[in-house]
Nanobody, 122 residues
Framework: QVQLVESGGGLVQAGDSLRLSCVASGFIFRRYAMGWFRQTPGKERDFVAALNWSGVNTIYADSVKGRFTISRDSAKNTVYLQMNSLKPEDAAVYYC???????????????WGQGTQVTVAT
């Protein structure tokens, strides 16, 4: 059974940092591309960041470039999203995603987590 379990969300002040984690199980983690998406009420789920199976190649949404960093630890079956200089517009439910292709993880992942809430106060 595939599971993606996010953690690390919470309430922070604008300008603060937060690190999200996603622990994966039920599939061969080191063979999968991983990504993060976010969604606010009434809006579509938007792509945030992704990296390939090795972690060497990464891609980011323009809105988070230079502030967010995605990384992975295959020994722990975990993908991270380090978020710095948070802005109120970064507030959303953040979802972890997995796909067996780098393109698929951005366009239509095979697997989703349940989400973790990030709230940014002004």
């Amino acid at each position: 059974q595939v599971q993606l379990v996010e953690s690390g969300g919470g309430l922070v002040q604008a300008g603060d940092s937060l690190r999200l984690s996603c622990v994966a199980s039920g599939f061969i983690f080191r063979r999968y591309a991983m990504g993060w998406f976010r969604q606010t009420p009434g809006k579509e789920r938007d792509f945030v960041a992704a990296l390939n199976w090795s972690g060497v190649n990464t891609i980011y949404a323009d809105s988070v470039k230079g502030r967010f960093t995605i990384s992975r630890d295959s020994a722990k079956n975990t993908v991270y999203l380090q978020m710095n200089s948070l802005k109120p517009e970064d507030a959303a439910v953040y979802y972890c995603a997995a796909d067996n292709s780098p393109i698929g993880v951005k366009e239509g992942p095979d697997y989703w987590g349940q989400g973790t809430q990030v709230t940014v106060a002004t």
